[in-house]
């Protein structure tokens, strides 16, 4: 399978408990995101990266949230001192890019990594 | 603020019937425009991108259209399959990285 996959694809925790999601992209690409989605409504946009370098942040993304990609290849984000309000459906999404640094080309989802926070 | 809506926010229909889902935006200044359909623990899979260029788009049974002076666009699927039941997504992307996403439309097709 040579899509992107992420890990784990369900996460139970206790409320004040720290996580770890983990993404591994398409190898070719190089820009990777991560979006948050709850339950009926579309993905939320929280970061991305352009190889190891993370370019953006949204404001959705507290302190308590740190997302890395050391080496350009796959990512992390992890979330400290979980909230119930942080359950929802982690998505990771990588594309590649051209020359150009705005053009975002298609980008090619995950399945996502469910979080609840009991 | 740009807003991307979806309706209805769902839908049921006897297989073999042709259907429409719809997705109007704010703003025409739109670099393109996805769709998606968001099967339980599968993720995304993009079904159609439509550059501000174009018109429309079509893949299969699949036929995606952008009208951006009326800040709409809509999914066409010719004789719907219980396969096609899912949550179908309508995404704008701007000239920078940001998409905006709609809430989507839940699909049922009933055998």
């Known amino acids: 399978d040579t899509g992107v996959s992420q890990d784990p694809r369900h996460k139970i925790t206790k409320r004040g408990q720290n996580v770890t999601f983990r993404c591994d992209p398409i190898s070719e690409h190089n820009r990777l995101y991560w979006y948050r989605q709850t339950l009926g409504q579309g993905p939320e946009f929280l970061t991305y990266f352009q190889n190891e370098a993370q370019l953006e942040k949204s404001r959705l993304l507290s302190d308590r949230f740190s997302a890395e990609r050391p080496k350009g290849s796959f990512s992390t984000l992890e979330i400290q001192r979980t909230e119930q309000g942080d359950s929802a459906m982690y998505l990771c999404?990588?594309?590649?890019?051209?020359?150009?640094?705005?053009?975002?080309?298609?980008?090619?989802f995950g399945p996502g990594t469910r979080l609840t926070v009991l | 603020k740009q807003e991307v809506t979806q309706i209805p926010a769902a839908l049921s229909v006897p297989e073999g019937e042709n259907l429409v889902l719809n997705c109007s935006f704010t703003d025409s200044a739109i670099y393109n425009l996805q769709w998606f359909r968001q099967d339980p623990g599968k993720g995304l899979t993009s079904l159609l991108l439509?550059?501000?260029s174009q018109r429309e788009q079509t893949s299969g049974r699949l036929n995606a259209s952008l009208d951006k002076s009326s800040g709409r666009s809509t999914l066409y699927i010719a004789a719907s399959q219980p396969g096609d039941s899912a949550t179908y997504l309508c995404v704008r992307r701007d000239s920078n990285y940001q998409l905006i996403w709609g809430a989507g439309t839940k699909l049922i097709i009933k055998p």
């Open positions: 999404a990588s594309s590649s890019s051209t020359l150009r640094t705005l053009d975002h080309n298609e980008q090619f």
């Open positions: 439509i550059q501000s």
